[in-house]
Nanobody
Framework: QVQLVESGGGLVQPGESLRLSCAAS????????MSWGRQAPGKQRELVAT???????NYANSVKGRFTISRDSAKNTTYLQMNSLKPEDTAVYYC?????????WGQGTQVTVSS
């Protein structure tokens, strides 16, 4: 089992930045990749960024060049740096841990981009 706790969401204006954090605990050794996903009202959840155990990263086209996923292995924490935020980035952001045979999601943190 892996437990995930997100933090760092909030209300920002267009063009501003936020950094989300995801603290993992439990069976950390079983995690092969960490991702950030988001879900806007009335829309399906989508993955926006992934970082593998080996450090490779992948981004959705909608956030490429604006968002950066990173991790601090010593703190078992994964980050999502979000720059140049747009109103369409408004959503609940979730952290996901991909393990062999299972994946785990956090409870989510709200990000609202509005003037």
């Amino acid at each position: 089992q892996v437990q995930l706790v997100e933090s760092g969401g909030g209300l920002v204006q267009p063009g501003e930045s936020l950094r989300l954090s995801c603290a993992a605990s439990g069976s950390i050794f079983s995690i092969s990749a960490m991702s950030w996903g988001r879900q806007a009202p009335g829309k399906q959840r989508e993955l926006v960024a992934t970082i593998t155990r080996g450090g490779s990263t992948n981004y959705a086209n909608s956030v490429k060049g604006r968002f950066t996923i990173s991790r601090d292995s010593a703190k078992n924490t994964t980050y999502l740096q979000m720059n140049s935020l747009k109103p369409e980035d408004t959503a609940v952001y979730y952290c996901r841990a991909l393990c062999v045979g299972a994946d785990y999601w956090g409870q989510g943190t709200q990000v609202t981009v509005s003037s």
